[in-house]
């Protein structure tokens, strides 16, 4: 038996309007619904949240965002505040991607604030952190997982702590085909556990959720999950078609 119960949650990234949505979600909703082993969440894009929110009312399938911005409300063009995801039905929000840093310039200041954000709004952020492969040939993971949690999680309390889930995704296995092997992730998400354990304490180093993220498919997600400290998965590829989502869903359960 594992320790934690294990969180599925699906980043859909910038796919499904939210026509495809609901007819994706009302057939998830139909495999899944006997499940109570595990927990399941999807995060589909802002546009819909509301159609997903309506779809999975009284369901065993839980609801995220993707981003947020961490001001309560202002001009602040092309932006959603944590009180709109709030209203949307929202429980998690992934903060930190490593597609934002990459490609919107997001840096540990901002996801410290949006953390603090969501976390203000009774939301849980997952966030998440993880090395380039670069920083990995160069032996640096554990300095660069290090940093990320010190300044991610600056000024967060040990009540908050409780409310965060962490999503270790190493950079060079999200969308590549290359998972990080058991080991590496076991070896990844101690890391963390210990991080946590030093900085908070160690009955909540042993709540905290940790998730593993990169490339995870049908076939994999078991070993992943069999790892003792290893949590769960934020699925993005395979969580875009019913069938491989359903697949990773199952065959979490150990
Ligand atoms: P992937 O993405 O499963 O397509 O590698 C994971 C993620 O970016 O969260």
């Known amino acids: 038996m594992k320790k934690r119960k294990i969180l599925i949650a699906g980043n859909w990234k910038m796919y499904k309007t939210p026509q495809e949505t609901r007819e994706f979600l009302e057939e998830l909703k139909s495999k899944v619904s006997s499940i109570t ?32 911005f961490y001001e309560e409300e202002g001009a602040f063009t092309g932006e ?24 919107f310039q997001e840096d540990d200041t901002l996801i410290n604030k949006k953390i603090k954000a969501v976390l203000k709004h009774s939301m849980k ?4 952190i993880g090395e ?25 309390s040990i009540e908050d702590m409780k409310n965060i889930v962490i999503a270790y995704e190493p950079v060079w296995a999200i969308g590549t085909g290359k998972t990080a092997t058991s080991s590496q992730a076991q070896e990844a998400h101690r890391f963390i556990r210990d991080y946590i354990s030093k900085k908070f304490s160690s009955s909540l180093s042993e709540e905290v959720i940790i998730l593993y993220g990169g ?40």
């Open 132 to 156: 380039t492969l670069q920083e990995r040939e160069e032996n640096k993971t554990f300095e660069v997982l290090n940093i990320q949690l010190e300044e991610g999680l600056r000024g967060i």
């Open 215 to 254: 490339s995870i498919k049908p076939h994999n997600i078991k070993e992943l999950v069999s790892q003792e400290d290893v949590d769960g998965g934020l699925v993005g590829g395979a969580s875009l078609s019913i069938d491989s989502f359903v697949s990773i869903i199952q065959n979490s359960i150990l």
């Open 37 to 68: 082993q595990i927990n399941i969440a999807v995060c589909p894009p802002f546009t819909s949240l509301i159609v997903a929110k309506q779809i999975l009312e009284g369901s065993n399938i839980k609801l995220g965002a993707q981003n947020v």
């Open 80 to 103: 959603i505040s944590c009180k709109m995801l709030k209203d949307a039905g929202c429980e998690f929000v992934i903060i930190g991607h490593s597609e934002r840093r990459k490609y």
């Open 125 to 128: 952020p997952i966030f998440c």
